[in-house]
């Protein structure tokens, strides 16, 4: 009997599941074009589908008790090119025309994408099991200079936690 292709998952996989869980971030959010600068909370559900070959997480900010932006994330691994994948599509609309890649360094996961808008960069900094650091940049087409949007700290929390997704 042959063993099931998602019982073994390569090395790049692996690390992808330090996302997997529910989540709760304090959030500070950097005036842009998008946004006026704030606080902000969020709630991140993390999930493995497929044996854990891809994650899913699904991602919601609150402002002044109002979702503010809401966005769907696929991280996976590209074993061809070694490098981790992700393909958000958000409440923003505008539809990705490549995935952000990346690569860990450590127990930082950093990802980058191009679009004709600019560059947007994610960086992961894992504290432990239980918590984590993002940061998300921009920078406009045409600058050389990366720009703060939003920065936070997630904690695990139980699943329970979290309605509505």
């Known amino acids: 009997m042959n ?23 304090e959030e500070e959010v950097a005036a842009t074009q998008w946004t006026d600068a704030g606080t902000a909370t969020s709630e991140v559900q993390t999930e493995a589908e497929f044996g854990g070959l891809f994650v899913v997480q699904r991602y919601r900010q609150r402002r002044d008790g109002t979702v503010s932006f809401g966005a769907h994330n696929v991280f996976g691994f590209d074993q061809q090119n070694d490098v981790v994948t992700m393909h958000q599509f958000d409440s923003m609309g505008f539809v990705p025309m490549s995935p952000a890649t990346g690569t860990w360094n450590g127990s930082e996961l950093m990802l980058e994408r191009s679009s004709p808008r600019g560059a947007a960069r994610a960086v992961y900094s894992f504290d432990g099991a239980d ?22 700290l997630y904690r695990h929390i139980p699943p329970s936690s979290i309605n509505g997704f």
């Open 3 to 25: 063993a099931s292709p998602f019982s073994s998952l390569s090395d790049g996989s692996q690390r992808l599941q330090a996302l997997v869980g529910a989540w709760r971030g």
């Open 131 to 152: 918590a984590y650091r993002m940061k998300l940049q921009f920078k406009p087409a045409g600058s050389d200079a990366w720009q703060d949007m939003v920065s936070g």
